[in-house]
């Protein structure tokens, strides 16, 4: 079964397809405001590109893995998150907080999804 690696470097890959399952590093803003909101609006912006990227898109979502740096946001998160995610198509889902990779990090988001 082939492996496609998409933004390869020498630590990760943002995401690997293999067979007819895409898997996503876990993804954190690129430009990280100080802002849940707008950092997940940023991090669904970049999950959506790297999904298109593998052929396919949010509507075959199978699960998510959602950090939280602090829980008290996660009502902010899940706004922009429902107003993103493809209505009948939601992903099995888990939110924990964990301390992230930098304190400019305040979620952090990662998907598998199928072709």
């Given at each position: ?9 020498p ?8 067979g007819?399952t ?32 593998a ?28 107003a ?16 992230l ?12 999804a199928?072709?």
């Open positions: 079964m082939s492996i496609k690696r998409i933004k390869a470097g630590r990760m890959s943002q995401a690997v397809v293999h007819s895409v898997y996503t590093a876990g993804q954190v803003a690129a430009d990280p405001v100080p802002d849940v909101k707008k950092q997940t609006q940023q991090i669904l912006d970049q999950i959506d590109a790297l999904l298109k990227e052929g396919t898109d949010k509507t075959k979502l199978v699960a998510a893995n959602i950090w939280l740096s602090d829980v008290r946001t996660f009502a902010d998160m899940n706004s922009v998150w429902d993103w995610v493809s209505p009948g198509n939601t992903p099995a889902r888990a939110t924990v907080e964990a301390k990779a930098g304190p400019q990090y305040l979620v952090e988001i990662a998907v598998i199928s072709l």
